[in-house]
């Protein structure tokens, strides 16, 4: 069995809850899958995936909507440029972000990726992200 947890970064630390105001949000999925929300992000974005797309994972295309990469991409990028005053660029960014029909990730696990995309943002790991890996 793989490794659970969703960590909130908000306010320049780790929060236990989700709040109002601009937040990354890290959910992993059984060492497999991580969900990356960022709020705010403009219509239509604001989601993307480390690992495999839950799409791609299950094998069922109903599992996760398809994912704009591109757009995910910029959106990103400038949501951490205007939230957290700095922000990688595309090409560090973009290998990181699973493609629908992509297959093995690059990773064995997908916390290592988290903290791959954490330490292109400057934020620190979470000490459970830290623990896990």
Do not use: C, N
């Not at 969703?6 to 780790?14: K, M, V």
């Not at 236990?16 to 060492?31: A, F, I, K, M, N």
């Not at 990469?69 to 990028?77: G, K, N």
């Amino acid at each position: 069995m793989g490794y659970f947890g969703t960590f909130i970064f908000r306010d320049g630390q780790w929060q236990q809850r989700s709040g109002t105001g601009p937040e990354l949000v890290v959910d992993v999925h059984d060492s497999d899958i991580a969900t990356i929300d960022y709020r705010p992000a403009p219509p239509g974005l604001g989601r993307f995936y480390l690992g495999a797309q839950p799409r791609d994972f299950f094998a069922d295309p109903d599992a996760s909507q398809p994912v704009d990469v591109p757009a995910e991409v910029d959106a990103f990028l400038g949501w951490a440029a205007q939230t957290l005053g700095r922000a990688p660029q595309p090409d560090e960014l973009r290998p990181l972000v699973a493609e629908d029909g992509s297959g093995k990730p690059d990773d064995d696990v997908v916390e290592d990726t988290v903290v791959r995309l954490l330490d292109l943002l400057g934020l620190p790991v979470p000490e459970e992200l830290a623990e896990a890996g």
